[in-house]
């Protein structure tokens, strides 16, 4: 039944949690049957479950799935995947992450799966996170820093993707760091302009930096998901999902 879209990003803490909330709150605000899943990740300490990646979608959600569903791997250690999970004794196994997809994929008509860190993270000894963007067969969403280097970033990225035909279906450009000089506002502003002529996909954003995102992420999230590179990205997903004419197909198996 389902559908949705994989976010990945050109490196960890690019935004790519904002920005997947963003577009979950979007989406479920204007009716429609919206899932999340992060399927794995490390850094979380049983403690601050709410304050996770996995609890953050599922707040911008607003769905009654338990944590466990929607993320079947999460590690204490801030590590990549398969580090966190050797320290630990553990294998990430990929047919367990493709099973709990597609009970989500079906139950809801669009899922957002947000990777971790960016595209060539280890996962375990034969397979990366690009390999499961393969099999799970879902357009992807990139998230760029906005940004001296963020060309760059993007490009490499957008590269290892066509490598394994995996479709792509936005890059979302994101201010992680407050431009305040006009040296900076001129390095964000051609970075996005720049990524536009080359990326040969959608370039979304950028996405203004939040100054309050420390201390208000919901307000941050609920302020985004009314932005319109966020509105313009829910359509794009949405329609994907129902299958709209023109939308990205899924990439061949690798
Ligand atoms: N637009 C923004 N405005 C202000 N701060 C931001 C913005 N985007 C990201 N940040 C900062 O970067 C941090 C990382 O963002 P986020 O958690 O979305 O990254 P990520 O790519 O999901 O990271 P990970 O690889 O750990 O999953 C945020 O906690 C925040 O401190
Ligand atoms: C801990 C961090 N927040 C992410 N969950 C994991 C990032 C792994 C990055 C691995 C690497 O590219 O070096
Ligand atoms: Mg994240």
């Not at 509105?231 to 794009?236: D, P, Q, S, Y």
Request: glycine share 12%.
């Amino acid at each position: 039944m389902g559908n949705g879209v994989f976010v990945t990003g050109t490196d960890t803490g690019v935004g790519k949690t904002l920005v997947s909330c963003a577009l979950v709150r979007r989406l479920a605000q204007t009716g429609r049957s919206v899932g999340v899943m992060k399927p794995v990740e490390t850094g979380v300490l049983p403690e601050q479950l709410s304050e996770s990646d996995a609890g953050r979608l599922l707040a911008a959600a607003g769905t009654c799935d338990g944590i466990e569903e929607v993320s079947p791997y999460r590690f204490p250690l801030p590590l990549a995947p398969l580090a966190a999970a050797s320290a630990q004794g553990r294998v990430i196994e990929i047919q367990e992450i493709l099973g709990r997809y597609e009970r989500l994929a079906a139950r809801y008509a669009c899922v957002v799966v947000e990777g971790a860190g960016g595209l060539l993270v280890p996962m375990a000894k034969d397979w990366d996170l690009r390999d499961l963007i393969g099999r799970i067969g879902l357009p992807v969403v990139l998230v760029g820093r906005a940004g001296l280097g963020g060309i760059n970033h993007a490009l490499l990225t957008l590269e290892g993707l066509r490598q394994r035909h995996c479709a792509v279906m936005a890059v979302v450009m994101n201010e992680t760091a407050l431009s305040t000089t006009p040296a900076q506002q001129e390095q964000c502003a051609s970075t996005v302009a720049l990524l536009r002529e080359r990326a040969g996909v959608p370039v979304l954003g950028p996405l203004s930096y939040q100054p309050h995102l420390g201390s208000d992420w919901s307000g941050a999230v609920e302020m985004l998901a009314q932005s319109d590179p966020i509105r313009a990205l829910a359509n794009l997903v949405w329609a994907h999902a129902v299958g709209m004419p023109g939308s990205p197909r899924r990439g061949p198996e690798p």
